[in-house]
């Protein structure tokens, strides 16, 4: 069974820090490039960050830059993502993506993240 886990979602004061993390199971980890994306109240799911099989390339929306940091770990079946700095803004829920060469998506579902103080 193919399955995205979330996790390390919750709720962190104003410039403070989380670390995500999306473990994947049943699917070959090495040749998917993985993503973040992430969905606030009433507004359309957006591109947070992507990177790629290698884990040597990663690619920001400008939102995030500077303050998050994606990457992967094959060994564990695990990709990361770092967030510092939050900000209220940044209060959505984050959905892990795993893409196929042949652009196959496939989604988990989703964490908690609340930045309030």
């Known amino acids: 069974q193919v399955q995205l886990v979330e996790s390390g979602g919750g709720l962190v004061q104003p410039g403070g820090s989380l670390r995500l993390s999306c473990n994947a199971s049943?699917?070959?980890?090495?040749?998917?490039?993985m993503a973040w994306y992430r969905q606030a109240p009433g507004e359309q799911r957006e591109w947070v960050a992507t990177?790629?099989?290698?884990?040597?390339?990663?690619n920001y929306a400008d939102s995030v830059s500077g303050r998050f940091t994606i990457s992967r770990d094959g060994a564990k079946n695990t990709v990361y993502l770092q967030m510092n700095s939050l900000k209220p803004e940044d209060t959505a829920v984050y959905f892990c993506?795993?893409?196929?060469?042949?652009?196959?998506?496939?989604w988990g579902q989703g964490t908690q993240v609340t930045v309030s103080s």
């Open positions: 993506n795993a893409k196929s060469p042949w652009n196959r998506n496939i």
């Open positions: 049943g699917m070959v980890f090495s040749i998917y490039a």
């Open positions: 990177i790629d099989t290698s884990g040597r390339r990663a």
